[in-house]
């Protein structure tokens, strides 16, 4: 029925505009009462964008399970992966959905909304990951916004593309440049030892300075 | 003229609400005609963001003139800055208006378009500059999102505390943030010599080597 309702305002979105449908046609093609729409979606908005309710649930109960996850902001990347996900998994629909959006502003505008709660979502998450650091909000704030613009820029190239090749490469492309400028930076440590130096010796000293022992560590 | 129809419209959205004041209201209190709030503001939202243009177009300006600066995204930083500073000129009016906006869904959707523009003008800065690199557009994106994200956070920590202190002094940290995060980054050098090395010979080689010439270079 979600899905009829769905497919129906698509096929006379292209046909009259979607300034030029109402909720009335929508029902009237998918052979089902006015009900039944609002049943699943509040406003005509919304069956543009069926499925961002179940992604950021996704995404929300993603970042709830990396509580102890070392690495905050892949995970971050990761739980924007998700949405990307859900683009892919119907491309064609999103090719078409990104076209009518472009076109009509108050799509625009929900869409915009829509993007903002998944950055609540993972600022939300860093927050809490970062809540030891001096500057963890501001961090957490602006680290979201980083994975937010990163996840979009590919998707937004693999959309205009026509969804052409596989999503998930340029958009893991895009983020991997969030998760290494953002990441845990490794520092560059210097050993001096003689040539006779016994390997073990050398293991057992480089471990220590890993581990902020003794030795010269530069940031 | 534009002042007394901002503080006209302020008084009565402060004593009727904002969804209770028309258009009507602001000119009869300010006791000018209609077509003098059209000639200053298209539409109502305007007249709560009445400096936004000026500081957009402010933006630009100083964007453009930094085609040259060595350091893009300290440029950009710097070009955030100017719209703290908008808010910081009328600090008691900010607050009002932060007030006003975080209660009326209508403005809250003005002030996002509003801020996707300073957006798009730091990333269209941020892309000529990086357009000899490979990930220059990704990476104008990414930065844009990130400058934003740590100036808001700054101005709106400033403003939710009554805009007591210093605006400047909360949202450069904030910034300071990117420009550390993303700005380009030194490498580390080693330099090995004997002891007895004369000091010009030290300094010679220190040159060669930043400039990239022989001896190791750690990323």
Redesign the interface.
């Known amino acids: 029925m979600r899905d009829l309702l769905v497919s129906a305002a698509f096929e006379l979105f292209t046909e009259y505009g979607y300034d030029g449908t109402t909720i009335d046609d929508i029902v009237h093609r998918a052979g089902v009462g006015r009900r039944s729409f609002f049943r699943y979606f509040p406003t005509k908005e919304e069956v543009v964008f069926p499925d961002h309710e179940r992604a950021l649930a996704e995404m929300i109960g993603f970042l709830e399970e990396g509580a102890q996850d070392p690495d905050p902001v892949g995970r971050a990347c990761a739980a924007a992966r998700l949405v990307m996900r859900m683009y892919a998994e119907k491309a064609e629909f999103s090719v078409k959905r990104y076209a009518l959006t472009r076109k009509v502003p108050a799509l625009k505008?929900h869409e915009?909304?829509v993007v903002?709660r998944y950055e609540r979502a993972l600022a939300s998450y860093l927050r809490r990951r970062f809540a030891t650091l001096q500057?963890g909000?501001?961090?957490a704030?602006?680290i979201?916004?980083?994975v937010?613009?990163?996840h979009?820029?590919?998707l937004r190239a693999w959309l205009s593309s026509g969804a052409g090749g596989d999503a998930s490469i340029v958009v893991d492309?895009?983020l991997d440049?969030?998760h290494r400028?953002?990441g845990d930076k490794a520092e560059?440590m210097?050993m001096v030892a003689r040539t006779d130096t016994p390997a073990w010796q050398i293991i057992q000293q480089l471990d220590t300075l890993r581990e902020g022992g003794t030795g010269y560590r530069?940031a």
Do not use: H, K, P
């Open positions: 505008t915009t909304s903002r500057d909000d501001l961090r704030c602006t979201a916004a980083s937010v613009a990163a979009n820029y590919g492309q895009a440049l969030v400028t953002w560059t210097i530069f």
